[in-house]
């Protein structure tokens, strides 16, 4: 069994229940749903990244695997919220009017522990930028607090990526 809980902060994740219909705000959070720069490719290339690593380096997969899980929880609560506000939580994303589907090329695979933790640490800065960003479009107070929330995340998930690289 991995072990999420230092890769995750104590803080609880505010869960807004007063959401209407709302295809606007739902798409937005699709993106980061299923979008290139997504909760569901991070899922994918942690998961990746846990399987490469395992055999020659336990404790950096242990870290992996763990962020991973994380991940799996925030894409979990955006499909809820996407649900929610009316739309189904796809593996798709919009790309102003048109739709697209997620797609496995969005996955960026490092083939050296070093690449590796670069590639994840570059991924949760353009993680948190997108979640800012979602949080400036959508002025719904409740979602922008499950927004802010998660960052706090992913936050945790560079210091323990940057602690990683240092042991390097």
């Avoid at 690593?53 to 899980?69: F, N, Q, Y």
């Avoid at 009017?97 to 800065?125: C, H, M, N």
Wanted: charged share 25%.
């Amino acid at each position: 069994m991995i072990d999420a809980s230092p890769y995750r902060s104590p803080l609880p994740y505010p869960i807004p229940r007063e959401l209407g219909r709302n295809i606007r705000f739902a798409r937005i959070l699709q993106s980061l749903y299923s979008g290139p720069d997504s909760e569901l490719t991070a899922v994918h290339e942690y998961a990746y990244h846990r399987i490469f690593t395992t055999a020659e380096h336990p404790e950096p997969a242990g870290v992996l695997g763990g962020i991973s899980m994380v991940e799996m929880h925030h894409l979990g609560l955006l499909g809820d919220c996407i649900l929610r506000l009316g739309l189904h939580p796809t593996y798709s994303f919009y790309q102003g009017t048109r739709r697209a589907r997620w797609s496995p090329a969005f996955v960026r695979y490092g083939r050296t522990l070093k690449a590796i933790i670069d590639l994840s640490i570059k991924g949760e800065q353009t993680a948190i930028e997108s979640y800012y960003a979602a949080a400036h479009r959508i002025p719904d107070r409740e979602i922008g607090a499950l927004l802010r929330r998660i960052i706090v995340d992913e936050e945790l998930h560079i210091r323990a990526l940057t602690d990683l690289r240092k042991k390097l």
